[in-house]
């Protein structure tokens, strides 16, 4: 499975293309800010990018903060069909967002910040979807498509947001990477409240151990350790180059599996780091070093494949 980035900072209305179209199995992931003027964005999965007349759109997704609820709809032949109103905000003007389109035969299912919050049916084939497109009062970061096919993608980067390494030439088109391991790299900033990284690969096949670590200095402050030898995902912090305490429960068991593709996303709050893994929140870490700025690089070694690294 291969992940694909389409990076940048520009003034919204954004259209661009999918290349090869949408396919069951893919997930479009697009991260930003809602600014504190959002009175209501959308995202558009649609069937070509004309504007007169309107292309059909499978999939309106369209937060409305004017009217505290989040519509779904379709358009086609001219005209939008029946609507599908969410009454449960999610969203934050001033705060930041990641929103995850899963999109399998029958639906699209919408993560926000990690969990699971609504399916819209298809009423399109998505053989007709080939075309994003997002608009409102929005600052997005980043649009990256994960699918069973790889596609060329032609990105637009920005300032640095892990390694300047990782950034593309405007124009230069490139089939999705892989990251050289063990994988170190800054966060530029440090952590602070609201701030994600997301990870994407796969699994090893005869996979024994990897793990992710965040540093401040030669402390590790989050030592997130998958082991499949032990069937359990170890976090543990490592100061003044003694280990702490382990945790090791996990609510519903093991998320991970050799020689699957996985996501795992990291949110760091006030208090504590927030994972999730393929969508699904699985535990919490309290911070064991409290000034988050200083926590500032971020390490990857052991028996995976890495395809995707946003930070």
Not at 272 to 285: D, L, S
Request: with cysteine; glycine share 8%; proline share 6%.
């Amino acid at each position: 499975m291969a992940f694909q980035s389409l990076c940048f900072r520009q003034t919204l209305p954004f259209t661009g293309p999918i290349y090869g179209g949408l396919k069951d199995g893919m997930t479009i992931l697009v991260s930003g800010t809602v600014l504190k003027s959002c009175r209501r964005f959308q995202v558009d999965f649609q069937c070509g990018s004309c504007q007169m007349p309107r292309s059909d759109v499978a999939f309106h997704f369209n937060v409305r903060f004017d009217e505290n609820c989040t519509v779904c709809n379709s358009h086609e032949k001219g005209g939008w069909q029946q609507e599908e109103r969410k009454y449960d905000m999610v969203f934050r003007k001033g705060h930041p967002f990641e929103i995850r389109f899963l999109v399998n035969i029958t639906s699209y299912v919408v993560l926000v910040d990690g969990r699971q919050y609504l399916e819209f049916k298809h009423r399109i084939p998505l053989s007709r979807v080939d075309t994003i497109g997002i608009s409102g009062e929005l600052e997005v970061v980043s649009i990256s498509f994960q699918g069973p096919t790889t596609y060329p993608v032609c990105p637009h980067p920005i300032f640095p947001t892990v390694s300047q390494t990782n950034a593309y030439p405007v124009g230069q088109c490139f089939q999705p990477q892989t990251y050289p391991l063990p994988y170190r790299a800054t966060i530029y900033g440090g952590l602070f409240p609201s701030k994600s990284i997301i990870i994407s690969g796969s699994v090893s096949p005869s996979a024994h151990r990897f793990h992710i670590n965040l540093k401040a200095g030669n402390d590790v402050a989050f030592h997130l350790n998958p082991r499949f030898d032990e069937n359990v995902i170890v976090r543990n912090s490592n100061l003044n180059m003694c280990w702490g305490s382990e945790e090791r429960y996990l609510p519903v068991g093991m998320p991970l599996s050799c020689g699957q593709p996985f996501t795992i996303w990291i949110q760091c709050e006030a208090h504590c780091f927030k994972v999730a893994v393929n969508g699904h929140h699985q535990f919490e870490y309290n911070h064991r070093v409290h000034n988050l700025h200083q926590i500032n690089l971020l390490e990857v070694e052991g028996d995976v494949m890495l395809t995707n690294i946003q930070a």
